[in-house]
């Protein structure tokens, strides 16, 4: 019940927050620096290098801040909102670079910093390239953006259920792929 309530509460001002950047650009600030973080990691993780991540990351806020009164209190919440704008920055700057997004290994020079600890290995990073675009976007979003179940299911357009079993399938597939098993440790 304690979680239901905290859940709701931090729901309702991220609601009063984004409701104050429609009326005061100043107040964007604030919004900024609660998710500049986590879409950082997102877009990261999709480009694979600091500058690119800097540039892309920050073409996101700014989109976000061109459009935030345009914003409605719908299904999904801001940050659904905030990282369909990030998927699209990212898709944006691979067709200006003339590469698709989902093309080529993305993960090449990986700080040991900007990533969580299962992700040091670039074998592994491979891998999660490899893997379908959807299961892709779920590992980022909860390894590099460091979101929850609820807020992956609802930047993707699923439950939170179906989120988990998609990030479960995704590394089951990714400790088969760097085990080069079967996924029982005997392959």
Known sequence: MLEERDRISADQEERELVERAKRDPEEFGRLYDFYVTPVY??????????AHAEDVTADVFRRALESIGRFQWDEKPFSAW???IARRAVADHYRRAGREVA???LFVDLPEKDIGEPFRDLDLWRAVDDLPEEQRQAVILRFCGDL???QIGRILGKSEDAAKM????ALKTLRKAVRGDDGTGEG
């Open 41 to 50: 990691r997102y877009v990261y993780g999709r480009v694979g290098d600091r």
């Open 82 to 84: 905030l990282f369909g």
């Open 103 to 105: 093309g080529g290994p």
């Open 148 to 150: 929850s179940f609820r």
């Open 166 to 169: 998609m990030l479960y399938r």
